[in-house]
């Protein structure tokens, strides 16, 4: 029996952990409900499971009856701060929302566990299953990997693998690419300081709005002229607010927050050293100061392309060819699991989920629907995957 034909036999069981994973979301690194759900959703199985110390992780060791090397399978667990607006009979009501899909994500990973617990006996070697908090903002894979993911098995894996669903994707449709997939993510923090004043009599002061409106129309041309085409940045002004309380004063500090995404560590570096020097250059030239802070969030995340030729070949042998797509291009929204592919090779693929409700919904949006019919189908997936990386195998053959 292929790893396919068994999940028809668990869809309804992971597509009712997936409904009940959506109806409770929980936010950042401490999910304790969903842990528990998670821990319920194991119980049973042969496993060695550890819980995080400092974020509700769960990490399930599969020992094989055979010896072999050690795969990594990843899902994460977190919810985003949005009012869920679908009317879906099983929508979460606490404000918070699975809007991102991970909770097709965990409900998919444990269909792989149960799917690679059935036939352990045989199993080539050793699978961990990686359910981690605080993938939207917080880092939890990089917490997780200081606290020794990577080690859990004994010894390092080989692999490492994770797929993301896209509510805005045909609903079966398998893509991924090698190389850069996803981008680095990354905030500047821009405090325009100046003596502010009365806004009747604006030439006694310094006024920093003029100042702080120059600079938002000089990143344009920072991005257009000063990064290469080729190698492209993202830089969004997520915020601008003043200190002014008044109609009638003249503020003393203008902040600017600004999202910043690239495809390289070059360009990041690009950005990190010079895009300060043009804001300060700006400011001093009308008497403001400008201070600037840098914060790091995600790298890219960047696919092996051993590891994702293995995944297109096991894909189009699970499910055809005319399924399965080579992006020609990456995006610029960014993933955490780019922490654990900077440590071992791997690859991240998306499945597409579109639901025939919901057409043109957006993800990270108050009325996103995920179709969850192919949640059998990602768990021996994801099953498919390990089995082939830990035997060797590169042939299309399905398990």
């Not at 398998?174 to 604006?202: D, E, L, Q, W």
């Not at 601008?240 to 070059?266: E, K, Y």
């Not at 057409?359 to 108050?366: K, W």
Request: aromatic share 4%; hydrophobic share 45%; charged share 20%.
């Amino acid at each position: 029996m292929s790893f396919l034909t068994a999940a028809t036999r668990i869809a309804p069981e992971l597509v009712a952990l997936r409904r009940t994973l959506h109806a409770e979301p929980e936010l950042r690194l401490h999910l304790p409900k969903t842990q528990a759900t998670v821990l319920e959703a194991l119980s049973g199985l042969e496993l060695e499971i550890s819980e995080g110390r400092g974020l509700s992780s769960v990490v399930a060791v599969l020992r094989g009856g055979r010896p072999g090397p050690v795969v990594l399978l990843r899902a994460d667990l977190d919810g985003l701060p949005i009012r869920e607006a679908t009317g879906l009979p099983f929508a979460a009501q606490n404000g918070a929302m699975h809007a991102c899909g991970h909770d097709l994500h965990t409900a998919g990973l444990v269909g792989a566990a149960r799917l690679l617990h059935e036939r352990r006996a045989d199993l080539p070697g050793t699978v961990v299953f990686a359910f981690q908090p605080g993938e939207e903002g917080a880092g939890g894979a990089r917490i997780m990997l200081e606290e020794g993911l990577l080690d859990v098995a004994g010894e390092r894996p080989v692999a490492a693998y994770a797929v993301h669903v896209d509510c805005g994707e045909p609903l079966g449709r398998y893509s991924t690419r090698p190389g850069p997939i996803m981008a680095s993510s990354g905030s500047m923090f821009i405090r325009v300081k100046a003596a502010g004043g009365h806004a009747a009599i604006p030439h006694h002061g310094v006024d920093p709005v003029p100042v702080a409106a120059e600079i938002i129309l000089a990143l344009q041309t920072f991005v257009t002229r000063r990064i290469p085409v080729t190698d492209p940045a993202v830089i969004s002004v997520t915020r601008l607010a003043s200190d002014s309380q008044a109609r009638n004063v003249i503020p003393s500090q203008i902040s600017i927050d600004l999202n910043v995404r690239t495809l390289s560590a070059q360009t990041q570096q690009l950005v990190q050293a010079e895009l300060p020097l043009m804001v300060q250059g700006l400011a001093a030239a009308h008497r403001c100061v400008a201070e600037v802070e840098w914060a790091g969030n995600y790298p890219v995340t960047f696919n092996d392309g051993a590891e994702t030729d293995r995944v297109l070949n096991c894909l189009k042998g699970l499910h055809g060819p005319e399924r399965v797509e080579l992006l020609p291009t990456p995006g610029m929204a960014s993933e955490d699991f780019s922490y654990m592919l900077e440590k071992v090779p791997g690859t991240m693929f998306f499945l597409g989920v579109q639901s025939s409700e919901s057409s043109g919904t957006a993800m990270h949006s108050a009325t996103a629907v995920f179709d969850d019919s192919l949640l059998g189908e990602q768990a021996a997936t994801l099953a498919e995957l390990a089995w082939r990386r830990l035997s060797g195998e590169t042939q299309d053959s399905v398990r």
